[in-house]
């Protein structure tokens, strides 16, 4: 006998839906560049900083070698102790902010509780997303993850939302997304044939009006706490 609910799914995004990121990642990135030209960098720290997010913008934020090029365009050649310094005080300051929001966890111990199966769709790189629910402690209650990396498309293209369907064996119209932004999370997971629900979301009136005009099947709550008001 096939059990009806088993194909209900939950899908997560993760940065500013389970983990609270704002200002994350600035923090650290000023905290490295503090330390790298307390050592030697020749700038001022705001000019360093000014540097470091060009680089980012050129290479994209998942590039691993910032601070490299930061010291070769700084120094004209790459300074492997400054680089040293910033990378591990990035990732120092970074992984004592990583942080889940108050509500997280009680959220997943409710859905599981209701018998969803939860997985997590996002953009990024596979290993560090799911790194990021280890260190957070969540990662028992997820089955998969799938990513932009692995998938080869980035929310909110139809394919990784379909990828996410396949290989959770969920049905669209009893699954739903949850995330914090209204064009990768709720318009991809409708196009899916999914509901979705924003939290700690950036949507304006018009974006609702938008929702509403077009009664597209996506709710916005104020915080992932009150997901128990939906499902
Ligand atoms: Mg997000």
Not at 172 to 179: A, D, L, N
């Amino acid at each position: 006998m096939i059990n009806n609910d088993n194909d209900r799914v939950v899908f997560f995004d993760i940065d500013g839906t389970l983990l609270d990121t704002s200002n994350f990642a600035e923090t650290a990135r000023k905290a490295a560049i503090g330390l790298m030209v307390d050592n030697g960098l020749p700038l001022d720290k705001d000019e360093a900083y000014g540097v470091l997010k060009t680089i980012i913008r050129e290479k994209g934020s998942n590039y691993n070698k910032h601070f490299n090029i930061l010291t070769q365009v700084v120094l004209g050649h790459e300074d492997p102790m400054l680089v040293a310094l910033g990378m591990v005080t990035y990732h120092n300051v970074k992984m004592a902010l990583l942080r889940p929001f108050a509500e997280t966890i009680d959220t997943l111990i409710y859905l599981k509780s209701r018998g969803y199966r939860l997985a997590v769709i996002s953009n990024g790189i596979t290993i560090k997303q799911w790194e990021k629910l280890v260190r957070l402690n969540v990662y028992s209650f997820f089955d998969a993850v799938i990513t932009s990396e692995e998938v080869g498309k980035e929310k909110p293209d139809n394919l990784i939302y379909d990828v996410a369907l396949r290989k959770m064996r969920g049905n669209p119209e009893k699954s739903v997304m949850i995330g914090n932004k209204l064009k990768e999370d709720g318009l991809g997971a409708v196009n899916a044939g999914m509901s979705a629900i924003l939290v700690n979301s950036d949507v304006t009136e018009e974006d609702r009006e938008f929702i509403k005009k077009n009664k597209l099947d996506i709710k916005i709550i104020e915080n992932i706490g009150d997901v128990d008001t939906i499902l």
